[in-house]
């Protein structure tokens, strides 16, 4: 992992549950909690320019991540 990036497991008191907080640079640009349970974690990211937090599920999250990369992989085959 970049080391630019740091990760801390938390209790936080704004959560029932522990909490993960995600770092770039010392400033934080995600949260991850588990308050809807373990199997639905969702995740907050931190605009750095704005003062609205993104709520997402955190497995949507992570099957919109890869729709998105798929044309990047694409491309790539096409170029060698």
Do not use: H, Q, W
């Not at 740091?6 to 949260?31: G, K, Q, R």
């Amino acid at each position: 992992m970049n080391s630019r990036f740091t990760i801390e497991l938390s209790s936080d008191l704004d959560y029932e549950e522990m909490v993960v907080y995600i770092s770039l640079d010392n400033e934080p640009i995600a949260t991850l909690n588990c308050e809807k349970g373990i199997d639905n974690l969702e995740l907050e990211l931190s605009p750095m320019y704005e003062e609205k937090v993104i709520s997402k599920s955190f497995e949507n999250y992570l099957l919109e991540l890869d729709f998105a990369k798929k044309p990047l992989f694409k491309s790539k085959k096409k170029t060698f």
